[in-house]
């Protein structure tokens, strides 16, 4: 089963609004990614995050990895259409495996 | 290749049928992986191969399962006796290393009637 726990499952944004989005791990992970798939799509690699409390932003995107390395969360600002899809988290269970979360599945209302 | 291809990108098969689904990772990249995808979940894990080798097997459902990468580059996820249950998407990633970002390719939807 997936180690990795994201929430909310669902997430319905009026346009131009913030929202936020998030990831715990019941273990410490070396790292974190965070993958964005489309609807009908594949997992698109958006960021990997490696350092304890490390912050890092992509444009109107800002991901963060909490100080204990068992949590992650994805702030975007001023929702657009275009960020309609499943984000997913996922932590390195070890070199090379990733464990993904469920998603969080953003809907946006123009 | 540019990217990850996948083959075909829509299998209907009949219960009982044997399927084999083929991936093309980027030229270059060791790291190839098999994840399958139900609908409203994350990829889940099912066989890691570094070279030409397994190296991780453990996600692989049970033995109707099997996996290859002969030469170290195309990979063929087998299935025999297929179950309607073993319908979903079935997804192959790269990297050129083990603990980097992995580059999907666009899927083989799988679906057993």
């Known amino acids: 089963g997936q180690q990795v726990m994201q929430i909310p499952q669902y997430q319905h944004v009026q346009e131009g609004e913030d929202f936020t989005t998030y990831c715990n791990s019941s273990t410490t992970l070396s790292n974190i990614q965070w993958y964005k798939q489309r609807p009908g799509g594949h997992p698109v690699f958006l960021i990997q995050l490696v350092k304890s409390g490390e912050v890092k932003k992509q444009k109107r995107l800002t991901f963060q990895f909490g100080e204990a390395k068992k949590n992650s969360s994805l702030h975007i600002t001023a929702t657009q259409t275009t960020d309609v899809g499943t984000y997913f988290c996922?932590?390195?269970?070890?070199?090379?495996?990733?464990?993904f979360g469920a998603g969080t599945t953003v809907t946006v209302r123009a | 290749g540019a990217g990850v291809s996948q083959t075909p990108s829509n299998k209907v098969t009949e219960k009982g049928k044997y399927v084999e689904l083929r991936c093309d990772p980027i030229?270059?990249?060791?790291?190839l992986y098999w994840y399958r995808q139900s609908l409203g979940q994350g990829p889940e894990f099912l066989i890691y191969?570094?070279?030409?080798?397994?190296?991780?097997d453990s996600g692989l459902p049970n033995d109707r399962f099997f996996a290859v990468r002969p030469e170290g580059s195309v990979s063929t996820l087998k299935i025999q006796r297929t179950e309607r249950g073993d319908s979903a998407m079935y997804l192959c990633a790269s990297s050129p290393t083990g603990s980097y970002g992995y580059t999907f390719g666009s899927g083989t939807r799988l679906t057993v009637v």
């Open positions: 996922a932590g390195f269970l070890n070199d090379y495996k990733l464990s």
């Open positions: 191969f570094q070279g030409t080798g397994a190296a991780d």
């Open positions: 030229s270059g990249h060791t790291a």
